[in-house]
Structures are given as structure tokens and as C-alpha cells.
């Protein structure tokens, strides 16, 4: 039986509103720890997420996860949570989180991680925009 490793990867989007702001900090400090991203009345992004599961191949299946269970974890579990929502305000993770893109893909690994078997290694890419992107975790 082969026992050597390989990764699937899933891509998902989700559209969100936030605000990064720490409230133990005055405005102006505020102001210039995020810019634009401290725009009082919140903003969106595009985000991209990659979910990459590693783990050994299922003798019968083939298959290291069948993707479609996959796609249906983080449908129910991450994009109905986050898509189309204001992550500060509709989302209880961010009631006293701020959402930057380093704790949502932090907290999208925390749901993640309940769903599936330990037998599957879990890594996550988050993109807030094309250019700005997060890994977790991190060997
Ligand atoms: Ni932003």
C-alpha cells in the first residue's frame, strides 16, 4: 500500500466587510497602525482561500479526501459563517478579535480543524487582496 503523502487543495471565496481597529488605542494611533483599513464605517475585500489537506491515499477511493465532502465542510462551516458578512459585527469570533488577515485565517483553521479526521494535515492560505497573503500554519 502506498503510505507516501500528497496534498489536495480546495479554493474557496468569500466576500466580507471589516474594520481593523484595537480599542485600547486612541483614534489617531489607530489611524496610522491600519490606514484605510481603520475606515470607521468598514470596507470589503475579496478574500481567496486555499485549503490544502495532506494525508496518505484511501485504498479504496484513490483518494486522499474526497473533495467534495471537503467543499461541503467549508461551505457549511466557513462560508456560510464569513460570506457576504461584516466580520466585526456579525461574526462572534471578531467580537473581540480584530480581523485581520493573520486572525481570520487563524480562526477559519480552528473550524476547520473540528471537522476533519486527524489523519489529515491542515494548511491555510488566506489572500485579502492579490497581493497581501497569509499562511497558517506554519512548519
Ligand atoms: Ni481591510
Given amino acids: 500500500m502506498n503510505q507516501k503523502k500528497i496534498a489536495v487543495f480546495r479554493k ?65 462551516y466557513v462560508l456560510e459563517e464569513l460570506d457576504h458578512k461584516n466580520l466585526n459585527l456579525d461574526v462572534a469570533h471578531f467580537k473581540n478579535l480584530n480581523p485581520t488577515a493573520e486572525n481570520i485565517v487563524m480562526v477559519i483553521y480552528d473550524i476547520l480543524r473540528k471537522q476533519l479526521d486527524n489523519r489529515y494535515e491542515l494548511k491555510l492560505t488566506l489572500y485579502e487582496t492579490e497581493r497581501n497573503f497569509v499562511e497558517f500554519p506554519v512548519e
Fill in 12 to 76: 474557496e471565496h468569500f466576500n466580507a466587510a471589516h474594520r481593523l481597529h484595537n480599542p485600547s488605542l486612541d483614534d489617531a494611533t489607530n489611524k496610522q497602525l491600519f490606514g484605510k483599513c481603520n475606515n470607521p464605517n468598514y470596507h470589503g475585500h475579496n478574500y481567496e482561500l486555499i485549503v490544502r489537506v495532506t494525508g496518505v491515499l484511501d485504498e479504496q477511493t484513490g483518494y486522499v479526501i474526497d473533495t467534495k465532502i471537503l467543499s461541503d465542510i467549508i461551505k457549511t
